[in-house]
């Protein structure tokens, strides 16, 4: 992993644009996602679908791709029969999937910079149950490390720019992700929340103190949000800039809801994910700036269009030190 990249990108210039929802893409190219795997499991039998919802991204205007390895672990694959090293393969090849996208983005005139962030996601994504939506597993802080420990030694020895810890529900999980990070050293990861409300992580934890949990450990580059309601950003964005200096990611979902026994997104909240959104939550403070479950390319490119728009403006407010 070379980080140097994305860490000037942090200190200079304009706003980082993530990507948005990847298994939203996926579907809309027609792939079917009814499985625990979510969007692992294409990386075993649709890999070329997998690059092509990565560059719809890279097209419409995002700096980041990131891999589908959120639900990819050596606990899920076990269970459809793929032993350790194919399991590792698999995660490598959730970034060089990545990697492909970004070079054929390159070759067709994308406006850099791109890079490539290689997902972690929580415990309960394993589960396949909504458990990252509430957090409080019951486990330990050195049980969920022991979780995490071996495939994000894997993830960090690929060629991703960055490592996407996202949206983790609850203390334990964080002080266990951040405390491997120094374990593998020269990797570089941003740790984003999923929160239930303006205050309060998933599992009831102030916001403060879950950016208090991680703000110091090393390798930590960016602290923020997702998969929470947009409507929730504004006050999220004030609460972790008064307590780190850190640069801030935030990139919330559509608003909905998910059943995780029907398998389906219910309602919709009175947040909205487009560019207007973006260039009030760059203008409180957030320097990556995308979506994450629901958000479309389409979205994206609004995003992405508004803040280079602004970006005069934009480019002459102090950035915060990675």
């Not at 399991?87 to 910079?113: I, M, T, W, Y």
């Not at 992580?201 to 703000?215: F, L, M």
């Not at 919709?268 to 009030?280: E, L, M, Q, S």
């Amino acid at each position: 992993m070379d980080s140097h990249h994305v860490r000037d990108a942090l200190r200079h210039g304009r706003p980082i644009v993530l990507d948005g929802g990847l298994a939203t893409q996926l579907e809309a190219q027609g792939a079917d996602l009814s499985d625990s795997l979510w969007s692992a499991r294409l990386l075993v039998e649709e890999p070329e679908a997998i690059v092509d919802a990565h560059l719809a991204f890279y097209r419409a205007g995002a700096n980041v791709a990131t891999a589908a390895s959120y639900q990819a672990t050596f606990e899920g694959f076990a269970k459809r029969g793929l032993d350790r090293g194919a399991a590792e393969d698999l995660l490598r090849r959730s970034v060089e999937l990545a990697e492909r996208a970004k070079a054929q983005a390159l070759d067709e005139g994308a406006a850099g910079p791109l890079f490539v962030a290689a997902s972690v996601g929580p415990y309960g994504a394993m589960l396949a149950d909504g458990s990252e939506y509430r957090g409080s597993y019951g486990l330990t802080v050195a049980q969920l490390a022991d979780f995490h420990r071996d495939r994000l030694r894997v993830l960090a020895g690929t060629g991703a720019d960055v490592l996407a810890v996202e949206t983790i529900p609850e203390l334990e999980e964080a002080a266990a992700v951040a405390g491997l990070l120094g374990e593998v050293p020269g990797t570089a990861a941003w740790i984003s929340f999923s929160c239930a409300d303006g205050r309060r992580i998933r599992s009831g934890a102030p916001i403060e103190e879950a950016v208090e949990a991680v703000r110091d450990a090393p390798g930590v580059i960016a602290i923020g949000v997702n998969c929470t309601a947009p409507q929730h950003v504004d006050e999220l964005i004030g609460r972790i800039r008064a307590t780190t200096s850190l640069p801030i990611a935030v990139y919330p979902n559509s608003g909905e809801g998910w059943d995780a026994v029907a398998r389906r997104w219910t309602g919709t909240g009175p947040g909205r994910v487009d560019g207007d959104a973006a260039a009030h939550w760059v203008a409180a403070g957030a320097r990556l700036v995308g979506g994450c479950c629901r958000v479309s390319p389409s979205q994206i490119g609004a995003m992405a269009s508004a803040l280079a728009t602004a970006s005069g403006s934009l480019a002459t407010a102090p950035g915060p030190e990675a």
